[in-house]
């Protein structure tokens, strides 16, 4: 007979769960909030400061304990440590207001830093600040998710900035060199090149020496054409991955 | 009229020796443009009763609410002297033309002053009575020194010393005394500075040659002395001030002594004897305690003028005084509960400061036909110019000759709204838009000083006010700053006459020496003044007519004004599209200039031996008078004015000289200014659309001050520098209302920072023990590439960050399409022989770097980032070529171990800032038999890849950040090394704010002869923010900091450091983040980036707010 009196009764408020669904069975493990996606990266050693009670649960808020032999036949041990862990890196897990908050942050800078690195003003040929791409973003209704990688978004966010050139903006070029031995026999590959690769002044392009040397800027979208073609039958070497007047006038 | 045409100011330009062109300087507060005001008001430009209220020349809006001036401004005044001549009765009359420059005296402003005194022939140096000398004021008066102006001395606000402190005469002379000799303490050790310097300079003469004469200077005419009439007693809020001729004159009088006499003994140590009326000195006093004449004669009365006034209201004794001083007074005065402005009448009447003022200035102040000839030498740069220069020009500018060569020196570019520019003169409508425009600006400036005494006013007022009305505050407001109501179009107030003609003052006639304004010749002009003044005969270029309508309920005016506001209107549509034009703010030394004339315009590079560099010509289309705001067109304006110059945007950035075409010049424009701009932001508008308008804004801004430096920062900020914070505000007021026109935000700039490693003794082992610190091994596909990295010296890494310049060149040259795009930056470059054999050299001074580095011409593949940094890749057995040799690489996926590195590099693993003093070796490169690759068991290995070389780039970027890992990584943040001049009693002040913003004190030195310390300080950019107002605040302003940007410096701690001893744990806890700073800075750089941070959400679980929903 189960006592059910208050001072018996554990309370649980500030809960955040975490699911796993193993043998058509679902496993709850009850924790506090702000603290699972710590616990998974590996911020916060202690497990303590993460689990609100150190039980496997069936359903938390019914307060339903799984019971031994579930936990043998679903995770091939009845040792609630092992379990709690396997849950804990394997289960589902709702983000809190903060944690949320904080991807966001940090995805929204990471995906800013690589757009202002990747981007130039065609104008004075520099970088914008991450700040301006912001607010240029914010001013075209852009907001990144945190369920995308930072790099597809800056992807995405230039295309659209380029697109709608509410401030003078274009991707920087790539500067690379290309060598190809015994241009002789492959003119057409050779003009395949040049067309990707845009003249820039002082460029110099030999075409009577071996092997075929070419120095020049490409758009940063080409660059995997580029190395297809070139693959077995010559080299690129990047020289810049972003050009930028890094001159500053003082 | 007090209305002066300005057809007399330019008959009155044209005679150098009466004019006068004059700055008036002092720290800030001291009443500097209240005491303009005071003199404003005696040419009638505003009303008398207005004066040292309305600041007319503070023109800006931010500058009336916060009561202080930012920019300074000119006005032209007219004043005419009248001296009695020896047995006749007709006056001689001399006229004078007074440019007078209100300038700034916040520390943050002091480009202007600088500005201003270059333009100056003579100084009007303020001192408040009861502040004393200030640090601005000993900065203005060294100012004065070294530009050799002629300073004359205005102890201002003597009134506070009657009604604040309370001192009796006797204690005020004593305390005026001791102000003059403050000031002239000043001026002592500037003079014993010199006095030394010369005595060096003679010493040094003496060795070289036996007959140098040490030729002592006098310094007896530069100090100021009262009976000299060099100092003036004035409290310029009361209108009143005189200095000790005047009195001598009106005593001479009523003693019957003689003025000569009255003069020397009317300040000092002099007495009356009551019984023989005889004056006596201080032997003659005999242990009786009389009082100074200065005391019982001058002083006193005042004292009693504002005892009967503002202590106790006493009317009958008021008419008596007004009686005995001959001051004429309206029962309405008398009646009027205004007591201040009671007092006004009669101080005013009695010792006007406009007078005192003036007069001082005409009789000490050298015109410019005297002062250009002593000052020759001091504008000249040096001897060589002189020798460069034309001699007729040299000539003309000693003797300020009109018909001579061009020669004039522009100290600033004004930036003005095309509004306030006067129309083309042709325009015959203009008359009623100027009139219109100058009543507008005077009701703006009163307006905006009402406002800011009603902002006052609120602050002080009970908070639960907030129920009444606005009118009934405004009521307040009025009542707290005694504002007369002129400002109301709805109340003309039907005396208004009297403010301005009750100086008509009766005992002038007995004065041999009488001061009149030209209205008073006319009887009937009281009548005509302000009733029905027709404004057909004005002048439409002058917007002074306009003067006395402004007060007249008159429809036609309000339709006017209804008019003029369409057109503001219109004008505000145009200032959208940037109507803006710079004037020149500039000094004639010599000749005249013209509209339509082309003249030479030298920049401040400009060096007469190389003619032809930094010269350009430009076309003067407009001439201007200055008259505060306003702008008066001239045709022509001769030598020894100040004047506005259009024509020269573009031509003249901020200072230049101007010479007459074709004459062999000399450069005006090495004026040294004592700041340099350390305040740094990032400027951005708010709306991203218009960055355009913002680049616009700033390249005006830079040009129209003096002292801000704008550029683009590689992350391509927009980066301002202003003197202060003060200074910038004012900066950014103007660019989002007249320069850019655009909302625009402003935040810290972002901070470069570099990472490093070195060889510590407390590193954790290394990862592989069996390869050794600092060496990692990367398995890929069936290669075994093995790298090494170690640290390199402080030496070696300097040299290759100061000759990146010539590494730069020799690449371009050895592979000749490596690089196309570089621009020679003028310095030279060492080829490549010499470069190798100096860095040879570099590393053969250190024992260890020779071991590391042996046979570095061969291994050398490369530097990084960008191919010129100071970070080494070096490769064994040619796997990766060699970089000066020129052999190909052995191994055929070279170009990706060299882009890995130099990706690796240009982001290092800290906080992807740019790798500093790195050397990586590529060991060797093993392909591995297929009985080695199954023998691998790091589950993150990959046998088959798609696109080698591409993942190459990467795996050798993360291989080398892993070696990076293994020695004790270190974050480099930017270091400014700060320059800061002090004196010693403010010197420990210094140093603790040094030390708390993590700064090192380099050295400190005393400066030989001046009680002045030199410290030489490096501060950390991150906490330079605000380093400059701290040490202002801190030190009252006695220490001022130079910031230069140099290099970066080590923070000296690991920021991966936590703490592992027992004491360690037991004094920081088990994670020390407030301990380390360099794991804050990473950590910060992260979060910017939106990298990882190793930073808990919530530190503890528990404590988080509890909440009843999930």
Not at chain 2, 635 to 640: E, I, M
Not at chain 2, 889 to 911: C, M, R, T
Not at chain 2, 934 to 941: A, G, L, Q, V
Request: charged share 25%; proline share 5%.
């Amino acid at each position: 007979m189960p006592i059910n009196q208050p001072s018996g009764q554990i309370k649980l408020t500030n809960v955040s769960l975490v699911r796993l669904k193993k043998a058509r069975k679902r496993f709850e493990v009850a924790c506090y909030q702000n603290k699972v996606q710590d616990y998974r990266k590996g911020i916060e050693k202690d497990l303590d400061e993460v689990l609100q009670i150190h039980q496997v649960f069936m359903n938390v808020s019914k307060g339903l304990v799984a019971n031994k032999e579930d936990l043998q036949k679903c995770f091939g041990t009845t040792n609630v440590d092992d379990v709690i862990e396997e849950i804990m890196h394997k289960g589902e897990i709702q983000l809190s207001e903060k944690e949320r908050q904080l991807m966001l942050n940090k995805v929204n800078n990471e995906m800013l830093t690589i757009v202002s690195a990747k981007c130039i003003n065609p104008v004075s040929k520099k970088r914008y600040p991450p700040t301006m791409i912001h607010k240029a973003l914010q001013e075209l209704k852009f907001s990144p998710v945190i369920n995308k990688p930072a790099k597809l978004q800056a992807l995405e966010a230039i295309k659209l900035l380029v697109s709608k050139q509410i401030i003078p903006i274009v991707r920087a070029k790539m500067k690379v060199k290309v060598a190809i031995s015994e241009p002789s026999r492959q003119p057409e590959l050779i003009e395949k090149i040049s067309k990707l690769i845009a003249s820039s002044p002082g460029e110099s392009t030999k075409p009577e020496l071996d092997p075929w040397t070419c120095t020049g800027l490409i758009d940063p979208v080409n660059y995997r054409d580029l190395m297809t073609l070139c693959d077995k039958k010559g080299t690129v070497q990047v020289l810049d991955m972003a050009v930028i007047d890094n001159t500053t006038h003082n | 009229m007090p209305r002066v045409e300005s057809e007399t100011y330019k008959r009155l330009q044209n005679d150098p020796s009466c004019i006068r062109n004059i700055c008036i300087v002092a720290h800030v507060d001291h009443g500097k443009t209240s005491l303009s005001d005071s003199l404003l008001a005696s040419n009638g430009i505003i009303s008398q009763r207005l004066a040292g209220k309305i600041r007319f020349l503070d023109a800006r809006p931010d500058e009336q609410l916060r009561g202080i001036t930012m920019e300074s401004s000119a006005i032209s005044l007219y004043f005419r002297v009248l001296r009695k001549q020896e047995g006749s009765d007709e006056p001689l009359v001399s006229e004078h033309l007074v440019n007078l420059i209100d300038s700034p005296g916040h520390i943050d402003f002091s480009s202007e002053v600088s500005a201003a005194s270059r333009l100056c022939d003579g100084a009007v140096v303020l001192v408040d009575v009861v502040e004393g000398v200030c640090s601005q004021t000993v900065t203005v008066l060294r100012q004065c020194w070294t530009e050799k102006l002629k300073p004359i001395l205005v102890l201002n606000k003597i009134d506070r010393l009657i009604t604040e402190l309370q001192l009796t005469p006797q204690e005020a002379y004593i305390h005026l005394s001791k102000v003059i000799e403050q000031v002239n303490s000043v001026i002592g050790s500037f003079f014993a500075n010199e006095r030394q310097l010369d005595d060096l300079f003679w010493r040094e003469q003496l060795e070289k040659n036996e007959n140098a004469e040490y030729i002592e200077k006098d310094d007896s005419g530069i100090y100021f002395n009262p009976t000299d009439n060099n100092v003036i007693f004035a409290s310029a809020i009361d209108g009143w001030g005189f200095n000790i001729g005047q009195l001598a004159k009106f005593y001479e009088q009523k003693l019957g002594a003689k003025r000569e006499n009255l003069q020397k003994v009317l300040w000092g140590d002099f007495y009356m004897d009551p019984k023989t009326k005889k004056i006596i000195n201080n032997k003659g006093l005999k242990g009786r305690s009389l009082k100074p004449l200065f005391t019982s004669l001058i002083l006193e009365n005042i004292w009693k003028i504002y005892q009967n006034i503002i202590t106790s209201r006493d009317s009958e004794m008021v008419e008596k005084i007004a009686k005995t001083l001959n001051i004429k007074l309206l029962a309405r005065d008398l009646r009027s509960k205004d007591d201040k402005q009671l007092l006004r009448t009669i101080m005013g009447q009695w010792l006007p400061v406009s007078t005192a003022v003036l007069l001082t200035v005409i009789e000490k102040l050298p015109s410019p036909l005297e002062s250009q000839t002593d000052r020759l030498n001091t504008i000249l740069v040096s001897e060589s110019d002189t020798a460069a220069m034309d001699p007729r020009l040299l000539k003309a500018m000693k003797t300020c000759d009109k018909e001579g060569p061009v020669s004039a020196y522009v100290s600033k570019m004004l930036s003005i709204p095309r509004e306030e520019l006067p129309v083309e003169s042709k325009r015959i409508a203009s008359s009623d838009e100027l009139m219109e425009r100058s009543r507008k600006a005077r009701e703006e400036a009163l307006n905006a000083a009402k406002h800011a005494g009603m902002v006052e006013n609120m602050a002080m007022m009970d908070l639960n006010d907030n129920s009444k009305n606005t009118s009934d505050l405004y009521k307040r407001a009025k009542d707290t700053v005694m504002t007369p109501e002129v400002g109301e179009q709805t109340k003309p107030k039907p005396s208004r006459n009297n403010d301005v003609f009750c100086v008509v003052s009766e005992p002038s006639s007995a004065l041999d020496l009488e001061f009149e304004y030209e209205g008073e010749d006319d009887s009937d002009s009281q009548d005509n003044f302000g009733l029905d003044f027709v404004p057909t005969d004005i002048d439409p270029n002058d917007p002074l007519s306009s003067m006395f309508e402004y007060e007249e309920e008159d429809p036609l005016l309000e339709s006017i004004k209804q008019i003029s506001e369409d057109v503001n209107d219109e004008v505000d549509d145009i200032f959208d599209e940037k109507e803006e034009c710079l004037v020149a703010f500039a000094r004639i030394y010599s000749g005249t200039l013209r509209v339509g004339q082309e003249i030479s315009v030298l920049g401040p590079k400009y060096d007469p031996k190389c003619p032809e560099e930094h010269i350009e010509t430009a076309i003067i289309t407009h001439l201007y008078l200055f008259m505060g705001k306003e702008l008066v067109p001239l045709d022509v304006c001769p030598s020894g004015n100040i004047v506005g110059i259009r024509g020269l945007a573009g031509k003249v950035l901020k200072s230049g000289t101007l010479i007459e075409k074709g004459v062999q010049g000399v450069n005006l424009a090495g004026v040294n200014f004592h700041f340099t701009p350390i305040v740094r932001v990032a400027v951005e508008p708010a709306n991203p659309v218009e960055m355009s308008k913002l680049v616009r804004g700033l390249k005006l801004l830079d040009q129209a001050d003096p002292c801000v430096h704008t550029y683009v920062e590689n992350t391509g900020e927009h980066i301002l520098c202003t003197a202060g914070e003060l200074h910038l505000e004012r900066c950014l007021k103007d660019l989002t209302e007249r320069f850019a026109g655009i909302e625009i935000t402003h935040s810290e700039p972002a901070i470069p920072y570099r990472e490093t490693f070195l060889s510590a003794s407390d590193m954790n082992p290394p990862q592989n023990s069996q390869l050794g610190r600092g060496v990692h091994e990367l398995l890929l596909s069936q290669y075994k590439i093995t790298f090494r990295t170690f640290p390199l010296s402080g030496k070696v890494t300097d040299f290759l960050s100061q000759h990146q310049n010539s590494i730069k060149n020799i690449l371009k040259t050895s592979t000749s399409s490596m690089d196309p795009v570089i621009e020679s930056t003028g310095s030279s470059f060492l080829d490549k022989k010499s470069l190798l054999v100096a860095f040879e050299e570099v590393i053969n001074q250190e024992e260890k770097s020779r071991e590391l580095l042996s046979g570095f011409k061969v291994k050398l593949a490369g530097f990084g980032p960008s191919r010129v940094g100071c970070n080494i890749l070096l490769s064994q057995d040619n796997l990766l070529g060699s970089l000066f040799e020129g052999t190909p690489a052995a191994f055929e996926y070279s170009d990706s171990i060299k882009n890995g590195f130099q990706l690796a590099v240009s982001e290092g693993p800290l906080a992807n800032e740019p790798v500093q003093g790195m050397c990586v070796l590529v060991e060797s490169v093993h392909k591995m038999s297929q009985d080695e690759i199954e023998s691998i068991e790091d589950p993150r290995y990959q046998q088959h890849i798609v696109d080698l070389s591409g993942r190459l780039i990467t795996s050798t970027r993360d291989a080398i950040h892993e070696a990076f890992l293994d020695w004790s990584p270190r974050i480099m943040w930017a270091i400014y090394s700060c320059d800061i001049q002090t004196s010693v009693d403010v010197l420990g002040k210094v140093y603790a704010v040094i030390l708390q913003r993590h700064g090192k004190i380099i050295s400190e030195e005393m400066k030989e002869g001046t009680p002045f310390f030199q410290i030489e300080a490096h501060v950390p950019v991150v906490e330079a923010f605000g380093l400059s107002e701290d040490i202002r605040k801190r030190t009252s302003g006695a220490a001022q900091p130079q910031l230069v940007f140099s290099g970066f410096e080590c923070i000296d701690l690991d920021p991966f450091w936590v703490p592992t001893t027992e004491e360690e744990l037991e004094e920081l806890g088990d994670t020390a983040d407030r301990e380390n700073i360099a794991r804050k800075h990473m950590n910060a750089i992260r979060r910017r980036k939106g990298l990882f941070i190793e930073e808990k959400v919530v530190e503890n679980a528990e404590k988080q707010r509890t909440l009843k929903k999930n």
